[in-house]
């Protein structure tokens, strides 16, 4: 879902609105939060300001929950793999998770050192 910033009323309301699908094509209701009113120009000028504010912490929020997403994924896998080698013998068991950490440990270095 990406928030962005919409004029209503000839331009007098500042909305933030969601949307999603193709080109910004709605594939459901969507949802919007009023931000203000634009009748005089410093009172513009600051609805502007809020609503940037609002829309870039939303969009925050949301592609953090897709990372959160693909993290249980990830860990899902990670538990359903470790099942499957739970049936292998013990010495395969154990070289394969000191495997699998050392992977685990690659890809947290490298995000770490992304962000």
Same mark, same amino acid.
């Given at each position: ?5 919409e ?5 007098? !309301?500042?909305?933030?609105? &969601?949307?999603?699908?193709?080109? $910004? +094509?709605?594939?459901?209701?969507? =949802?919007?939060?009023?931000? $203000? ?7 513009? @000028?600051?609805?502007?300001? #809020?609503?940037d504010?609002?829309? @870039? ?5 949301? &592609? +953090?929950?897709?990372? =959160?997403?693909e =993290?249980? @994924? +990830? ?12 049936? +292998?013998?013990?010495?395969?068991? #154990? !070289? ?5 950490? !050392?992977q ?6 490298? !995000? &770490? &050192?992304?962000?």
């Open positions: 879902m990406i928030w962005t910033i004029k209503r009323k000839q331009g007098m !309301e500042i909305w933030a609105t &969601s949307s999603t699908g193709l080109n $910004g +094509q709605l594939a459901f209701k969507p =949802d919007a939060i009023f931000i $203000g009113e634009c009748y005089n120009a410093k009172e513009r @000028e600051r609805t502007h300001y #809020l609503a504010i609002i829309v @870039e912490a939303l969009n925050k929020a949301e &592609s +953090q929950d897709k990372k =959160d997403e =993290d249980y @994924e +990830q860990l899902f896998s990670a538990i359903e793999r470790i099942g499957c080698y739970l049936k +292998q013998e013990p010495k395969v068991m #154990l !070289e394969t998770l000191l495997h699998v950490a !050392e685990n440990a690659k890809n947290k270095n490298k !995000e &770490s &050192s992304i962000d």
